[in-house]
């Protein structure tokens, strides 16, 4: 299994990004997807994820209203729509796939345990 994630970079504050996530090696719409990120020195925290149809999103409170995210399961991929960037928002971004068509879950997984699988990684940073 991999998943590529990327288009990461650097932005002014107030800019947008978009980043992507490539996944291969797996049925792509039989897994929920997810962005996570961690900042220098910080846990890794969910930041949005999106049901295997793409009818069910979820979002981290600091992010509610500035990120979109959404999946084309036709190219096996997964976006996240960043706008209004901060400063806050510098991190390197993951993305994770939930196999939650074999484990039965019924809702968007928000914490790191519940992805089984993870990218390497996108640096995104926000000056100010």
């Known amino acids: 299994v991999q998943l590529q994630a990327c288009r990461g970079g650097l932005v002014q504050a107030g800019g947008s990004l978009r980043l992507s996530c490539a996944a291969s090696?797996?049925?792509?719409?039989?897994?929920?997807m997810g962005w996570f990120r961690q900042a220098p020195g910080k846990e890794r925290e969910f930041v949005s994820g999106?049901?295997?149809?793409?009818?069910?999103?979820a979002y981290a409170d600091s992010v509610k209203g500035r990120f979109t995210i959404s999946r084309d399961n036709a190219r096996d991929t997964v976006y996240l729509q960043m706008n209004s960037l901060k400063p806050e928002d510098t991190a390197l971004y993951y993305c994770?796939?939930?196999?939650?068509?074999?484990?039965?879950?019924?809702?968007?997984?928000?914490?790191?345990?519940?992805?089984?699988?993870w990218g390497q990684g996108t640096l995104v940073t926000v000056s100010s």
């Open positions: 994770a796939a939930d196999r939650s068509l074999y484990n039965g879950r019924t809702y968007v997984a928000g914490a790191v345990h519940e992805y089984e699988y």
């Open positions: 999106i049901s295997r149809s793409g009818g069910s999103t």
């Open positions: 090696g797996l049925t792509f719409r039989y897994y929920d």
